[in-house]
């Protein structure tokens, strides 16, 4: 197919996908059609944009996450607790999956630049929505606002925009998440300034993968302190704290949710291998919700085994990110840390939700993609 052609036909899908899915998750029926299409799409154009690539790199990332897929597999096999099991794991793995086939793209120059400037176009967009409808006070069911608004600050990031418009447009972002008072926005818009420092700025790479790790080991800590916590004397004094600077208390149920969740392991002792994908909350309490925390989910569903693979398998994507060079790559270093600790408030990087979890995995594939263009040169 002709590159110009190819150009512009990826150009148009960028461009309407991207208001498919900043609604997809509140509207499930659009949601489901559009994570569909999107997966038939990048299959056709995955092979379109490189019939014959063969990149050979990344053999740690690809060989931790063929066991990690492997091991979900094992998991549906022989922790099948009814349908549900087999549609959650089959959702894991093709979230992995989907990462997995992004990263051995290479997408001619032009191209790359022209996806990264309509992403960022419509993230200037839709920044200043969300900046507007949060000064209003405008209440809107726009599920994983806060998510979505991260992700198209990414773009902005990562365009060829002038330094000055990139801050600008990062002061309505701050001051949206402000205005807005959604807890995680207001931590995350305090907490990357640092997390650049720790990740980017800091020369060692030893360092910088000892902080890293120990990230990801803190992780599993944050339900097990949150929950201890709530049943402390400091609980009404943390909500006072957070009502005073959000819009809501510090404890908003998580607790019980993840207080159930432990509790569950512990009587069962299923820490090592889990009870299975199809693990849910509503199975253990009367609670109709989500897990909210990716790592309690699969620990609760594939124990500490799938745990370790899982925190292997996004370390091996932080090294990979090291060895890389540019804005695009330090960009994608920050949105990775801010990727693992949102996880631990939200279920969203292995299917629970869809929408999400396809927009993120697709943006932690790009400094990848840009890299392989590199690579061709």
Not at 283 to 295: A, F, K, M
Request: net charge positive.
């Amino acid at each position: 197919m002709n590159k110009q052609i190819r150009s512009i036909i990826l150009f148009i899908i960028v461009s309407l996908t991207w208001v498919l899915l900043m609604i997809g998750n509140t509207v499930p029926v659009i949601g489901r059609i559009t994570v569909l299409s999107l997966f038939l799409l990048f299959l056709v154009f995955k092979l379109l944009l490189n019939p014959n690539l063969s990149i050979k790199k990344y053999n740690n990332l690809k060989i931790v996450a063929g066991v990690l897929l492997i091991y979900f597999f094992l998991i549906i096999l022989f922790k099948y607790t009814g349908s549900l099991s087999v549609y959650n794991g089959i959702l894991s793995i093709a979230s992995v999956l989907f990462f997995v086939s992004l990263i051995d793209i290479e997408i001619d120059a032009d191209l790359f630049s022209k996806i990264i400037s309509t992403m960022s176009n419509i993230g200037e967009i839709t920044i200043v929505i969300f900046f507007i409808l949060s000064v209003l006070r405008y209440s809107v069911n726009w599920v994983s606002s806060s998510s979505l608004t991260i992700c198209a600050l990414y773009f902005v990031l990562s365009s060829k925009r002038s330094k000055r418009k990139k801050f600008f447009i990062s002061l309505i972002w701050i001051f949206g998440a402000y205005f807005n008072g959604e807890r995680t926005l207001v931590f995350i818009s305090i907490l990357t300034p640092i997390i650049y420092f720790l990740f980017v700025k800091i020369e060692s790479k030893k360092l910088k993968k000892f902080i890293f790790v120990t990230l990801l080991g803190a992780t599993i800590l944050i339900p097990i302190v949150y929950v201890n916590l709530s049943v402390s004397q400091y609980r009404f004094q943390l909500d006072a704290l957070s009502v005073k600077y959000t819009t809501s208390r510090f404890f908003s149920g998580r607790d019980v949710a993840w207080s159930y969740l432990l509790n569950n392991m512990s009587h069962t002792n299923s820490y090592i291998f889990g009870l299975g994908h199809g693990l849910t909350l509503m199975d253990i309490s009367d609670l109709g919700i989500s897990s909210h925390n990716l790592y309690l989910s699969v620990l609760s569903r594939t124990g500490f085994v799938g745990l370790i693979l899982f925190y292997m398998f996004l370390y091996q994507i932080y090294s990979c990110y090291l060895k890389f060079t540019g804005d695009i790559s330090e960009i994608g270093v920050v949105f990775l840390v801010v990727t693992v600790l949102k996880q631990s408030s939200e279920y969203g990087l292995l299917g629970n939700n869809m929408v999400l979890s396809l927009v993120v995995w697709f943006i932690l594939a790009v400094p990848f993609m840009n890299n392989n263009k590199k690579i061709r040169r």
